[in-house]
């Protein structure tokens, strides 16, 4: 492992920062109204030269991409967490069924909020407590003794998995064709449901999760030696598993409650960060955030411009991207362990 020095640090959250700030400016100028980029620039100064490129560039393509940038910045640094905590670079928030327990609280609001009286604005909090509740449920049956075995978590995700399919698949047989469309994109993954007071409730989960992370890199990079290993150097396995699992379980029912099933981010970006920049979580966790909000960032973009007037939902786009990705990365690490 590579010296981590504050000037290495410094220089790779830069280098991300500057990128996202790219990718930002990247998303609002790029749109089916034909905007030019001259109003744009002028729109976001305070000089728009109409009402209409006022209204698109604050009231569409900034809360949008603002979001999209939360989502994927929660999605990658949930994936980073898992990974360390399960010691299994394949680990991601769907794997172990967080992502589909939050799915099945968002569908159960979408499919029988109409015979409760709810309105689409009970599917964010829906989709919160369906992620906080599948992560107790797995702490409490993977659990043995106080202690989480990353094994038994990987099972009990498969388990949770496969009930999270079939309620879905339940909810969305009592669902009408509308919410039956609504439940299709859910399913994919979509921003275009983007409104810009989520903005502040993602990104105050996304805060709080960070902030149970990033203390806690040290002890994450003590983590990979094992569990002995990194009890006996004084790391309280026990805490920081029930700490960390529940800074995911906030950052994932946040990004699942307005986004849906967005897959890949939290599977693939750290997976590439690992091999760029080494397996210290101290830059791994804040460049995760980074590099997962300029993926999404940019998914959101192509699935809004590539055909014109016709959107694609962004999970489409992170799983034809992030899947060959994966399997290339997948194929060169093999070829490295695997060299004469």
């Known amino acids: 492992m590579r010296v981590l020095t504050p000037a290495r640090l410094g220089a790779w959250l830069a280098v991300f920062a500057l990128a996202l700030c790219a990718a930002l400016l ?24 109409s009402r209409a ?15 999209g940038a939360l989502v994927g910045a929660a999605l990658a640094s949930a994936g980073a967490l898992f990974q360390a905590l399960l010691r299994n670079p394949l680990a991601d928030p769907f794997v172990l069924g967080v992502s589909g327990g939050a799915a099945v609280g968002g569908i159960a609001a979408l499919s029988l909020g109409a015979a409760l009286g709810l309105g689409y604005g009970a599917v964010p909090p829906a989709a919160f407590a369906g992620a906080v509740l599948t992560t107790l449920a797995l702490q409490a049956v993977a659990g043995v003794a106080g202690r989480v075995s990353p094994t038994h978590l990987l099972l009990c995700g498969v388990v949770f998995n496969a009930f999270a399919s079939a309620a879905i698949v339940f909810l969305a047989s009592l669902a009408g064709l509308e919410q039956g469309a609504r439940i299709f994109l859910w399913l994919i993954g979509s921003l275009s449901a983007a409104r810009p007071e989520l903005i502040a409730s993602v990104a105050l989960f996304l805060a709080a999760g960070l902030a149970c992370a ?22 309280d396995v026990t805490r920081l598993q029930r700490l960390l699992l529940l800074a995911t379980s906030l950052m994932v029912g946040a990004a699942v409650s307005v986004a849906g099933l967005v897959g890949f ?13 080494g ?46 990705l994966f399997l290339l990365l997948l194929r060169r690490q093999q070829q490295r362990v695997f060299a004469p």
């Open 279 to 324: 397996p210290d979580h101290r830059l791994l966790l804040p460049t995760a955030a980074l590099a997962g909000a300029i993926f999404l960032v940019l998914c959101d973009t192509a699935a809004r411009t590539l055909f014109g007037g016709r959107e694609l939902p962004v999970g489409a786009i992170t799983a034809l991207a992030g899947g060959p």
């Open 214 to 235: 990033l203390p806690a890199a040290r002890q994450l990079n003590l983590l990979a030696l094992g569990e002995e290993s990194a009890q006996q150097l004084g790391v």
């Open 26 to 49: 990247l998303g609002i100028a790029a749109g089916p109204s034909g905007l030019a980029p001259g109003e744009v620039v002028a729109a976001l100064r305070g000089d728009a030269t």
């Open 53 to 67: 490129a006022h209204d698109i560039v604050f009231g569409v393509r900034l809360p949008r991409v603002t979001l």
């Open 265 to 277: 981010v939290g599977l693939i970006i750290p997976h590439l960060l690992r091999l760029l920049l």
